[in-house]
C-alpha cells in the first residue's frame, strides 16, 4: 500500500526502502509521482483496493474462515443456516478484534480465525527475515468473555461448537513492537535492523528528525518502544512508535529518540531521507 498515497492521487512505482530525499528512484522522482508513462500500478491497486472485501471470508458447509480483519458485516449461508458476523477492530493498528455473531436459531460450525506469522516467531513465512529475540506472545481467545482452548490448524484458530445469538468471540493478537534482522546473504541488510509492529514495518523519516538518519544506530537490546498516536496533520490517527537509538556527534554517542511511521504511510508530507534498515549500536 506503499505505492500509493494517503491522498489517493500520487504514486510510487517501485517501493524503495531507503531514500536520501533528493536523489531520483521513481521514473526520474525523488518522491511520489501523479502518473507514469506505463501506468500499470495505479491501475492494479484500483482493482485490487475494492476486491478486499471479497477475500475477508469464506466458507464451507459447516465452516466459516476469516481471512482478514476489518471492521466489517457479513451474512454467510451454511448448510444449517444463515449466519450474520459483524467485525469490530482497529487491526492493523490494534490486534483486539471482535466478532459478534447472530443466526436465526442455534447452529453447529467450526469457526477457524487465521493467526498470522507475525503473531508466532516472525513476522513474515520463510527464511530471510527472523525477529531479534524470541519471544513468543500467544494470541488469546474468548466467547462470550470467557477464555476458550484451540488449535491452530493450517494457520487458523479453530474453534467448534454449537453458536446462538448473541454470541461474541474476542481474538487478541497481543500486538508488540519487534527488532528484524535479515540473514547474511542480503549484503545490504547486514549490521541493520527493521522495526514491525503487528504486520506492519515501520520507517523513520527526515522530516521528523533534526539530525541525519545514515548516522543513527539503533540499540537491539532497548525495551521501551512506546506507541503513540498521531495527532494532527495527513498522518493523524496513524500509529507512530519511537525507539531509543544513538547519534554520533564530534566522537561521542548522544543517545536519542527515533520516531517511526508506517512504512505505507512515508512521503506523504513531502520529500525527504527515510530509512526502512537502520544500523545497529
Not at 124 to 150: C, D, H, M, T, W
Not at 156 to 178: E, Y
Not at 235 to 258: A, F, H, N, Q
Amino acid at each position: 500500500m506503499a505505492g500509493i498515497s494517503l491522498t489517493g492521487d500520487a504514486f510510487f512505482y517501485v517501493n524503495t526502502l531507503e531514500s536520501d530525499g533528493s536523489t531520483p528512484f521513481s521514473f526520474g522522482a525523488a518522491g511520489r509521482s501523479p502518473w507514469f508513462s506505463t501506468a500499470c500500478c495505479p491501475s492494479n491497486l484500483a482493482r485490487l483496493v475494492p476486491q478486499v472485501s471479497g477475500m475477508m471470508y469464506a466458507s464451507k458447509s459447516d465452516q466459516i474462515f476469516t481471512s482478514f480483519y476489518a471492521g466489517s458485516s457479513v451474512v454467510i449461508p451454511l448448510e444449517e443456516g444463515n449466519v450474520y458476523i459483524e467485525q469490530k477492530t482497529a487491526y492493523p493498528f490494534d490486534g483486539l478484534i471482535d466478532l459478534m455473531i447472530k443466526s436465526e436459531d442455534e447452529l453447529s460450525f467450526a469457526l477457524n480465525l487465521r493467526i498470522p506469522t507475525w503473531a508466532g516467531n516472525q513476522l513474515v513465512p520463510g527464511e530471510l527475515y527472523q525477529y531479534l529475540n524470541s519471544r513468543e506472545v500467544k494470541p488469546e481467545i474468548s466467547v462470550n468473555g470467557k477464555a476458550v482452548s484451540f488449535e491452530v490448524e493450517n494457520g487458523f484458530a479453530v474453534i467448534k461448537r454449537k453458536w446462538a445469538t448473541g454470541d461474541k468471540v474476542t481474538l487478541n493478537l497481543n500486538m508488540h513492537s519487534r527488532f528484524n534482522k535479515a540473514i547474511d546473504f542480503i549484503e545490504a541488510n547486514r549490521g541493520r535492523l527493521a522495526v514491525s509492529r503487528g504486520p506492519l514495518v515501520y520507517c523513520a523519516e527526515g522530516v521528523d528528525h533534526d539530525f541525519q538518519l545514515s548516522d543513527v544506530m539503533l540499540k537491539s537490546e532497548a525495551e521501551e518502544i512506546s506507541v503513540e498516536s498521531i495527532g494532527s496533520g495527513i498522518l493523524k490517527g496513524i500509529p507512530s512508535i519511537k525507539v531509543k537509538g544513538t547519534y554520533r556527534v564530534d566522537e561521542t554517542d548522544k543517545e536519542v529518540g527515533l520516531q517511526m511511521i508506517p512504512y505505507y504511510s512515508w512521503n506523504n508530507r513531502g520529500n525527504s531521507p527515510m530509512f526502512v534498515w537502520i544500523k545497529e549500536k
